[in-house]
């Protein structure tokens, strides 16, 4: 969804290294969140935030960082990256009228070697 | 974590055919319930959604049934066409986070 704008959309980095993915948004919802995907075990919750100044732990958030830097933006910090880290990461928005409708981007594939 | 599961990995049908996706869930507190289609390369899109207080909802060419006795919601693809090839997940609502399944393929042969 062109609305939800995931960057970068590739990354290969090394263990140990710092890494930031980027999520901006223009549906001007105020729910952010951010998965991730592996294979065989579908998309798994790492942070939300319902404001700028709400963040939330998801089920695995253990190693990652999030900031919500505005209404439109969240971005994502693996701040010493391991390699099971490798992933697909998504970030979604929502609005609160709406409830659980959550609109994605187009993911980010990190390779952590 | 929840546990929410799908019956098959992978589902192939013809053309032309209905397709039923499963998905089992195991947290009675669910109250809300989501279909999303993923495509290769891109993020899930919403399908359909269904509350707890309803047993059936339908859309275009589709319709989401909640069995809550059994823990149970399927989705029906009526006719399916190649473009309804993608994986499949069901998402259930606990307080304010979603929990995923892990997919169901679904090929459509021509």
């Known amino acids: 969804d062109a609305d939800v704008t995931q960057t970068p959309r590739n990354r290969i980095t090394k263990t140990g290294k710092r890494i930031m993915l980027e999520c901006s948004q223009t549906?001007?919802?105020?729910?952010m969140y951010w998965y991730r995907q592996d294979p065989g075990l579908g998309l798994r919750l790492i942070y939300y935030?319902?404001?700028?100044?709400?963040?939330n732990k998801g089920e695995i958030s253990d190693g990652y960082s999030v900031s919500r830097q505005a209404q439109a933006k969240f971005s994502l910090s693996l701040e010493s990256a391991i390699p099971n880290q490798t992933a697909l990461y998504f970030c979604?928005?929502?609005?609160?009228?709406?409830?659980?409708?959550?609109?994605f981007g187009a993911g980010t594939r990190l390779s952590v070697l | 974590g929840e546990s929410v599961g799908l019956h098959l990995p992978t589902l192939s049908v013809q053309e032309g055919d209905n397709s039923i996706i499963n998905c089992a869930y195991s947290?009675?507190?669910?109250?809300?319930f989501i279909w999303y289609k993923q495509e290769s390369g891109k993020g899930p899109q919403f399908i359909i959604d269904?509350?707890?207080?309803?047993d059936k909802r339908q859309g275009q060419r589709v319709t989401v049934l909640l069995n809550k006795t059994v823990k149970h919601l399927s989705l029906q693809i009526a006719a399916t066409q190649p473009g309804d090839s993608a994986v499949y997940f069901c998402?259930?609502?606990?307080?304010?986070?979603?929990?995923f399944g892990t997919g169901t393929s679904l090929t459509v042969i021509p």
């Open positions: 979604a928005t929502s609005d609160w009228g709406t409830k659980g409708i959550q609109y």
């Open positions: 549906k001007g919802h105020d729910r």
């Open positions: 935030s319902f404001d700028v100044k709400d963040i």
């Open positions: 947290n009675s507190a669910s109250d809300y």
């Open positions: 269904i509350r707890s207080n309803m």
């Open positions: 998402a259930e609502n606990i307080g304010n986070q979603f929990y």
